[in-house]
């Protein structure tokens, strides 16, 4: 039977993303205020930090801040979901987001979320807290800081808002804690939207050899009630004679771009050990060891920043 792999991708990541039940650790945007003669007085932290660290520069527009958000709806639902999903698509994320801005009266901050999970820093500047979301309803917003920055800072804030409420969907709260627990893979897909790259999506184009059978594995530990795995991927025969492992979650975080490894030879018998490749997750090392410890049953190691751990996957071969 052959597997519909836009099918298994969509059942694999689509959540629920209403805010209702969001862990309460003040999920917000953090902003780079520089009070000497800089270009940009203060920019959004996750703009600053793709260029240093992606070379990422956001492109030019004339949009208010609000439709220039709204323009990158479309390429969020087409990764995730294929298509547009109505009232669960990120176009209604959005205007979500921006119906619950508050802003506070000038002279009121907000103190930091210590969310941020940063590895560099601007030297002679300030990390400042623009906006903070909250479970009351609302995203608190500093409105001192929040004009002093460019339209499209704005739109790179509400993306921020909105990406980041997906990672740390309370779906995954029930037995893997918090989801994400910083805002880092949000960070970089909003710098990499802002700056035109586009997300990448796996669909069955990219399935080059259909005459040889596929392995589909989930790990045996599942992350919720329903049965979605903390873990799960497709083994993809290519034309060039490789493999490709494509991830739709790993490690309890679902993925929003193309996430996968490469390898030569038979799946069953040879050890894999790789980063894998992904524009948002490139820091997230996984082993599949050689031995199967019991049929169709493989152990999985997951590096994922400190963190290290062991999981058991079954899988099964299907055309």
Known sequence: MKINLGLF???????????????????????VLCKKSFQKPLELFDLYEGRILQNLTPLESSLSFSDLAMSYSQQLDESIFGT???????????????????????????NSTNDVGNIIYPKDC???????????????????????????????????????QYFRNPLYRQSLGDGDINSLRARRVVALLMAGKKLERVDQSEIQDNTQKQWMCRSLHNIIEAGLPSTQFLVIPMADGNNRIQFSVLN????????????????????IQDYVQSLVDWDIQVQILSTSYIKSRFIMT?????????EALECSQEL
């Open 9 to 31: 991708f969509l059942l694999s990541i689509f959540l629920n993303l209403a805010t209702a039940g969001v862990k309460e650790v003040g999920n917000g945007g953090v902003g």
């Open 84 to 110: 547009d999903s109505g009232d669960k698509s990120f176009k209604t994320k959005i205007n979500k987001v921006l119906s619950m801005l508050k802003f506070l009266p000038s002279g009121v901050g907000l």
């Open 126 to 164: 300030t990390l400042v807290q623009i906006l903070n979301f909250k479970n009351d309803g609302y995203i608190y917003v500093d409105s001192d800081l929040w004009n002093q920055l460019s339209e499209i800072d704005k739109a790179a804030a509400i993306l921020h808002e909105v990406i980041y």
């Open 252 to 271: 309890g975080h679902p993925m929003l771009t193309s996430a996968a490894l490469y390898f030569q030879g038979s799946f069953q018998k040879i050890g």
């Open 302 to 310: 997951i590096i994922d920043g400190n963190e290290e751990k062991n």
